[in-house]
């Protein structure tokens, strides 16, 4: 009896340029991976595995499907297979437009919303002067959805973005940080 040997590559790309490199096996280290919990992140997804297309020499519509669906949890690849853009008369390009579309979340990655960052500021509530890892990380989300925010058109005042932070520190800490920043007059 021959045993097959378990490798972390898959055989190599036969469409496209030749490709003596083998392609990434799903859930090896370092290759792409979908989350269908986080539905945001289908973009990326998108981008690493066209990477993977590019490098490999995959180029062929259907071999670029098969590839893509491999590459999420069984769930979520019976689902991708169900689309009728997976059929073999419809395009990469095709399906990839009809998953985006079926995942509101990843539509609006890259614009920011008000309600993701009320979301921010709900994980990052009542924090104090010495939380200081929590403040750190409330800052960079918050700026990172300030700034998609405030690109035209402006989706929010910069008032209520002063409010909305501040309401995410302790009472005490919050009339701080107002008084030393806002009790002289510009």
Same mark, same amino acid.
Request: charged share 30%.
């Given at each position: /009896?021959?045993?097959?040997?378990?490798?972390?590559?898959? !055989?190599? $790309?036969?469409?496209? *340029? $030749?490709?003596?490199?083998?392609?990434?096996?799903?859930?090896?280290?370092?290759?792409?991976?979908?989350?269908?919990?986080? =539905?945001?992140?289908?973009?990326?997804?998108?981008?690493? /595995?066209?990477?993977?297309?590019?490098?490999?020499?995959?180029?062929? #519509?259907? #071999?670029?499907? +098969?590839?893509? *669906? +491999?590459?999420? #949890?069984?769930?979520?690849?019976? !689902?991708?297979?169900?689309?009728?853009?997976?059929?073999?008369?419809?395009?990469? $390009?095709?399906? +990839?437009?009809?998953?985006? #579309?079926?995942?509101? !979340?990843?539509?609006?990655?890259? +614009?920011?919303?008000?309600?993701?960052?009320?979301?921010? &500021?709900?994980?990052?509530?009542?924090?104090?002067? %010495?939380?200081?890892?929590?403040?750190?990380?409330?800052?960079?989300?918050? *700026?990172?959805?300030?700034?998609?925010?405030?690109? =035209?058109?402006?989706?929010?005042?910069? *008032?209520?973005?002063?409010?909305?932070?501040?309401? &995410?520190?302790?009472? %005490?800490?919050?009339?701080?940080?107002?008084?030393?920043?806002? %009790?002289? =007059?510009?």
């Amino acid at each position: /009896m021959v045993e097959r040997q378990s490798s972390s590559t898959e !055989e190599p $790309a036969t469409s496209g *340029r $030749a490709s003596q490199k083998s392609v990434p096996l799903p859930g090896s280290r370092g290759a792409p991976c979908f989350d269908k919990t986080k =539905p945001i992140e289908l973009l990326r997804f998108m981008d690493q /595995m066209e990477d993977l297309f590019e490098e490999y020499g995959i180029c062929n #519509d259907q #071999d670029k499907k +098969k590839k893509l *669906r +491999k590459y999420a #949890d069984q769930q979520t690849e019976f !689902e991708w297979k169900a689309f009728d853009q997976y059929a073999n008369d419809h395009t990469f $390009a095709d399906f +990839k437009k009809a998953l985006i #579309d079926d995942y509101p !979340e990843a539509q609006m990655a890259g +614009k920011g919303t008000l309600t993701t960052l009320k979301k921010v &500021c709900k994980e990052n509530s009542k924090l104090l002067e %010495s939380d200081y890892p929590e403040l750190k990380n409330l800052s960079c989300s918050f *700026r990172a959805q300030q700034k998609l925010l405030m690109t =035209p058109p402006v989706l929010v005042s910069n *008032r209520e973005l002063v409010d909305m932070f501040l309401g &995410c520190l302790r009472e %005490s800490f919050a009339s701080q940080v107002w008084s030393s920043h806002f %009790s002289h =007059p510009f």
